[in-house]
């Protein structure tokens, strides 16, 4: 996100800067994220012009591909027109072991060859797409063989890892230590796809480029915040994944801490990726620290049963493929934290998410407290709800003030509407897909919406002691049936404290 002095292009939409000649190296370039988002990512940013015209890629993976398979996968993965196919012819393929030697000197010779006929000038953006158990070898990997650093003539290497990042907060710190063995933090661009929507990113111009916010973000006027991220899909074809994760490591530890960190930081002294990323950490070091026996009054796990969605029977977690049938792997996490500092004092943060709920949503939702004294009692204001504000960052990207009115007619009756704000409906044209701004910004060396070392440790830290209170089984299992928004048992986390979830 290039948002102070971008180097434009010409023929370029006003800030979008060009990245320099380069070749985006893909380990896992056969493997199912390169296909569904990597791939579509690059044939977006060719269409849109926004790659150099040095670009070449080159996959790496064990798959026994040549060249040709190589092509003929990327071109089935995003069919675009355009200079695209002839852009594709370009791209190649390096099969082999990743502990092999032989394997990174062909990816050596293929570089060379790569900056020799396609002028990528030696850069390299190397991306991590492999299952995550490689990523430590893979890094070390590429330093042990020189590639950390820039070919001949080339400014920069960069390494792009995908989440999740570490398995707990120990296992984070080791991968941490590995990947600073083989590249300097610099280099490093830890990836979370949420930070690439424009939702998310529009938290900051929300807080900062309006001055009738800022003054009522804070205790003083906020009542409550939540943050949910609702699916209504099931684990699909990834139970096997989802058995050593699970919600809390999936979704708690880097989705939903980021954008609690950007809804509820403070303001930036500078707008750009140290500034902001300073902020953010200043904010999760803030989040109250619990321990285990802390954690299991404050949070609960759900795993969902069998039920219908959209009106089709569907299995229970226990019954998906890959999934062990007496399962306690949970697919829904609700948790209340609170964030010590002059700002957010005594406000309590509810973060939630699950899958096979009834909706698919991810919302802020920032409820502010009752008006101290309503003259308009009664039945006359039983329709009247707290202030409200919501940013939805999916699937309808947009803002929502919710504020009472007086309803038409004789009677002084009150009633809750809402004041919407639709991207779709404000903005022409389609917003870039997350993966498409991601790579970009790892292209031009942009490391704002990119996660940083000390912002990873730290939202471990908050997470571990609910991932220990579970592992001891101090917070029972609860079930919810497919469909519904979670536990009774979620609701009765608010329900003590005299609050209620918001259910879009």
């Keep these: 996100m290039s948002v102070q002095d971008p180097r434009e292009s010409p023929g370029q939409p006003d800030g979008v800067e060009v990245a320099p000649p380069l070749a985006l190296v893909v380990f896992g370039a056969s493997g199912d994220l390169t296909a569904r988002k990597l791939v579509p990512a690059i044939a977006a940013m060719c269409e849109h012009d926004t790659l150099p015209e040095g670009f070449a890629m080159i996959g790496v993976s064990r798959t026994a591909w040549n060249d040709e398979d190589f092509q003929k996968t990327v071109l089935d993965a995003a069919p675009a027109g355009g200079a695209w196919p002839e852009l594709v012819k370009r791209f190649r393929y390096v099969a082999g072991n990743y502990a092999d030697k032989d394997t990174f000197d062909r990816l050596k010779q293929a570089l060379a060859e790569t900056d020799r006929r396609f002028g990528t000038s030696g850069n390299r953006v190397y991306y991590l797409a492999t299952i995550p158990d490689l990523f430590g070898a893979v890094a070390s990997a590429l330093a042990q063989h020189g590639c950390n650093r820039p070919g001949e003539g080339g400014s920069f290497a960069r390494l792009v890892v995908e989440k999740p990042y570490g398995h707990d907060l120990a ?14 933090e610099k280099q490093i661009f830890r990836i979370d796809h949420y930070m690439g929507k424009e939702t998310v990113q529009n938290l900051l111009a929300l807080r900062f480029a309006n001055a009738i916010f800022e003054p009522i973000w804070n205790r003083r006027y906020v009542d409550n915040v939540q943050i949910t991220v609702a699916e209504q899909l099931g684990v699909e074809h990834r139970g096997g994944f989802y058995e050593h994760a699970g919600a809390l490591r999936d979704i708690v530890q880097n989705h939903l801490m980021q954008v609690l960190a950007l809804t509820m930081m403070e303001p930036p002294a500078t707008v750009d990726a140290q500034g902001i990323r300073d902020e953010k950490v200043k904010l999760l070091r803030a989040v109250v620290v619990t321990d285990a026996d802390e954690a299991v009054g404050t949070a609960v796990r759900g795993q ?93 990207e947009g803002i929502c003030l919710l504020f009472g009115a007086k309803v038409p007619g004789e009677a002084f009756r009150l009633r809750s509407v809402n004041m919407d704000f639709s991207y779709a409906r404000v903005f022409e044209g389609t917003n870039a897909d997350a993966y498409e701004r991601l790579l970009h910004d790892a292209m031009t060396g ?45 609701d009765l986390l608010l329900a003590r404290d005299q609050r209620q979830w918001r259910h879009p």
Excluded at 171 to 184: I, R, W
């Design 171 to 184: 296992s984070a710190m080791a991968l941490d230590d590995t990947l600073h063995a083989a590249f300097e």
């Design 304 to 396: 969902y049963t069998a039920g219908r969605i959209g009106g089709q029977e569907v299995p229970g977690y226990r019954q998906e493929n890959g999934v062990d049938p007496n399962s306690v792997t949970e697919t829904y996490v609700a948790m209340q934290l609170a964030v010590d500092n002059w700002r957010w004092a005594g406000v309590p943060v509810y973060l939630r998410t699950g899958k096979r709920l009834n909706g698919r949503v991810t919302e802020v939702a920032m409820q502010f407290h009752r008006v101290p004294h309503l003259a308009f009692g009664g039945r006359l204001a039983r329709d009247l709800r707290p202030n409200e504000l919501v940013i939805r960052v999916q699937p309808d």
């Design 446 to 490: 942009d490391a704002t919406l990119f996660i940083r070392t000390d912002e990873v440790v730290q939202a471990w830290r908050i997470v571990d002691p609910f991932l220990q209170a579970w592992s001891e089984d101090g917070v029972p299992l609860a079930h919810y049936p497919a469909g519904s928004w979670g536990p009774h048992e979620a």
